[in-house]
């Protein structure tokens, strides 16, 4: 495997599982102020929301509880606000 250098020290890259990244051409960060303004709907806004309170909690949401999910998500923000409280357990 070929090592790759970063900021932090040297990581291993595996050639199989990301076959250009070996090449020493790697794609630049993408730049804020380029991208395409797409406005977010506010049941999808909440979904992000949800799932990444859900994965910094450490809880790994099951295939069947997506359809609770989106029904959570079509909920009021104030709902919402609370439903995260819980969750992330912050007063």
Do not use: K, S
């Amino acid at each position: 495997m070929t090592a790759w250098h970063t900021t932090t020290g040297t990581t291993t890259i595996d050639p199989y599982r990301f076959p250009g990244a070996t090449d020493d051409y790697l794609l630049p960060a993408p730049r804020p102020g380029q991208r395409v303004p797409l406005p977010l709907e506010p049941a999808d806004r909440r979904r992000l929301d949800l799932h990444a309170a859900l994965t910094t909690a450490g809880i790994a949401p099951l295939p069947g509880d997506l359809a609770a999910i989106d029904a959570l998500c079509a909920l009021d923000d104030t709902t919402h606000a609370a439903l995260q409280r819980w969750i992330t357990r912050t007063p």
